[in-house]
């Protein structure tokens, strides 16, 4: 049992997650208020921003593109297989559309009584989420080319 901010004890971390596929700005500083609460000891983001290189070619850009309303449901599944594993707080923003180097394109949040499974889950949930969720990426590179990105495998 551990006591909640508001004094109210509580048998398990229970917040609500989030799920979700945005056109809009992600604000790290929103996320990371709404995963934090006074019974978690740890916090950990992964944030993932578009660069400007690839492998052979400068970009100036990324479009993402995603069938929504299965990216979300897929999202969801891999929240309840990770709360399954471990005691944690979770939530999954991914952007679609257009967006410049810099911004920021997924953010994982995860809260936890503990630090070794806010990582460990925090790890499992980004690789999750770009092995299996319906999420498509097209670099924009200088010069004007563009060229859809190779994705991972689905997993077994």
Request: net charge neutral; aromatic share 8%; hydrophobic share 40%.
């Amino acid at each position: 049992m551990i006591q909640t901010k508001d004094n109210n004890v509580k048998e398990k971390h229970e917040l609500p997650e989030v799920q979700k596929i945005t056109e809009k700005k992600i604000f790290i500083e929103e996320i990371l208020k709404s995963i934090q609460d006074n019974s978690v000891g740890a916090t950990v983001l992964f944030i993932g921003t578009v660069r400007n290189f690839n492998e052979v070619d400068t970009v100036v850009g990324m479009y993402y593109e995603s069938y929504t309303g299965m990216a979300e449901e897929r999202m969801q599944i891999i929240i309840d297989d990770a709360k399954q594993k471990w005691n944690i707080n979770c939530k999954l923003l991914h952007r679609i559309g257009d967006l410049k180097v810099g911004d920021v394109s997924v953010v994982v949040a995860v809260s936890s009584f503990h630090r070794h499974d806010a990582f460990d889950a925090c790890q499992y949930l980004i690789e999750r989420i770009k092995r299996e969720v319906q999420i498509w990426k097209k670099e924009r590179l200088i010069g004007g080319d563009e060229r859809w990105v190779k994705g991972y495998l689905t997993e077994k």
